[in-house]
């Protein structure tokens, strides 16, 4: 049992969660001090993994490592050595280039497969340059030869930890980006979603110019974005401009820059957006909107890579990849001179065409649920159900604006509702009195059932005049509706 300690308050608060006590120091023993100092450095640095199947060896080296405050484990071959490193983060691993079951060389490979971000330093009793040179091609941090341990493994250690830290952050946050920018943020199941999802994945491996076609709010953005960071310019920026909320002067002058003096108000020389995404993706939204000269100076940069800025005699040179999108005919519009015709055929290289939400109703409650559970996230808010009767509404609803429409009704539901379970009554007007609605059924009873519902609405309820309305006779609707149960 430890001493009595002195507590007090940290009045920095805590360090990585990590909570600290204020101790008198007098009042402890040497090796409770020790403890605590050794405990407290093994919290502050990494975790190594030491892979060499001579026990002495690897124990000694342990023994040395852990000293210095880093946490320690061991594994005698490359089969345990995998192992480990599945199942807990390590920031470096310390590998025997001979091992019973393994070439620590070519283990390299793998253990850089299983965890990227670890380092890892190679140790082996006979080193040669030949080995050395392949160990680091292989993604080793640096190769020594085991005379040189007790000299060079510290500060060496040391150096790797460094690097695997800063790896690892980046990995953190090159996942993060993925799950929010990625395919994973994609979704839906129906078929046609998927068709979409495959054919973006196969170009975003490529650099060919996209063109996503699809109603306003289906998600073309997403997918821009998903290219993006698919693609091997994920590293580099990815910028993003409505064509449809600039005017025609304002617009050239954003895409390409301009020079000082170019025109009132141009106090200095200005980069634009072709600029800030030269070795990355610019994403043209609402491509139809643009005038015909910015079609034109669009087609070079598509043609030639270059472009001049606004005011400037001298062209500047980029290496962007280009994804446009709109929502409407450019096909028609180019065949009817509306739309440069060649301009579209350079831009429609890869034509991916997204399904409306009416088009996918089955994933209707998949995006409510999503969205359900991120604004009730955002707002603090326990995640409520979804009534079956308020699903049926969503399902059937026409969704004219589509996924943007969808996202925005559940969140101002979310906003409003106080229950534990969202009902009828909570869904806003529009939806709840719809008489405009859409059915994922061919069935005739399903349409026919519809129809009289949308009529009876529009008659507010009066059958007489649904039954003229309908071309029925009234004993003949008061039949439907008892089949139909309305």
Request: glycine share 6%.
């Amino acid at each position: 049992m430890f001493p009595c300690l002195d507590e007090g308050s940290n009045p920095s608060g805590s360090t990585d969660g990590a909570e600290i006590l204020i101790v008198s120091a007098q009042k402890l023993d040497t090796n409770l001090l020790l403890y605590l100092c050794n405990s407290f450095k093994t919290f502050m640095k990494g975790n190594v993994l030491i892979i060499d199947d001579e026990d002495k060896l690897r124990g000694l080296l342990a023994k040395i490592v852990s000293l210095e405050g880093f946490k320690v484990a061991e594994a005698a071959n490359a089969k345990a050595g995998i192992k480990k490193l599945e199942q807990e983060e390590f920031n470096v691993v310390i590998c025997d280039v001979k091992l019973p079951d393994a070439n620590g060389i070519e283990l390299t490979k793998k253990l850089k497969e299983v965890s990227p971000a670890t380092e890892i330093i190679m140790l082996t009793a006979y080193g040669t340059i030949a080995d050395g040179v392949k160990a680091i091609k292989n993604g080793a941090f640096d190769y020594i030869t085991k005379g040189d341990d007790n000299d060079k493994i510290l500060p060496l250690l040391y150096r790797a930890i460094d690097k695997s830290v800063l790896q690892q952050r980046l990995y953190r946050l090159e996942k993060k980006v993925n799950k929010q920018y990625g395919f994973d943020n994609i979704i839906g199941l129906s078929k046609q979603i998927i068709e979409a999802i495959n054919l973006a994945k196969k170009v975003a491996a490529t650099d060919a110019t996209v063109l996503l076609l699809g109603e306003t709010g289906t998600g073309k953005e997403v997918f821009a974005q998903a290219i993006h960071y698919a693609s091997n310019r994920k590293d580099k920026n990815y910028v993003a401009v409505n064509c449809s909320a600039l005017g025609k002067d304002i617009l050239e002058s954003e895409l390409f820059g301009h020079k000082a003096g170019a025109f009132t108000g141009a106090m200095k020389d200005t980069k634009g957006l072709f600029e800030e995404a030269d070795g990355g993706t610019i994403f043209l939204d609402e491509i139809g909107e643009m005038s015909p000269d910015l079609q034109a100076k669009l087609l070079r940069v598509l043609e030639s890579h270059e472009f001049l800025k606004v005011g400037d005699s001298k062209p500047t040179r980029v290496d962007v990849r280009v994804i446009a999108a709109t929502n409407r005919d450019l096909q028609k519009e180019a065949d009817n001179g509306q739309f440069r015709s060649d301009l579209f055929y350079r831009l429609a290289v890869f034509q991916i065409s997204l399904p409306s939400l009416r088009e996918r109703p089955k994933d209707i409650e998949l995006l409510a649920r999503h969205f359900l559970g991120l604004f009730a996230d955002k707002v603090n808010k326990p995640v409520p159900k979804i009534s079956e009767e308020v699903l049926n509404k969503l399902k059937h609803y026409l969704w004219k604006g589509n996924i943007r429409e969808l996202k925005n009704i559940m969140e101002r539901m979310v906003i409003l509702s106080d229950n534990t379970e969202l009902t009828i009554d909570d869904l806003p007007f529009e939806i709840k009195n719809s008489t405009d609605t859409v059915t994922s059924s061919f069935n005739l009873e399903d349409i026919e059932k519809q129809h009289i519902q949308r009529v009876l609405a529009f008659a507010k309820g009066n059958k007489t005049e649904a039954a003229k309305l309908l071309g029925i006779g009234l004993t003949t609707l008061y039949r439907k509706l008892e089949e139909y149960k309305l």
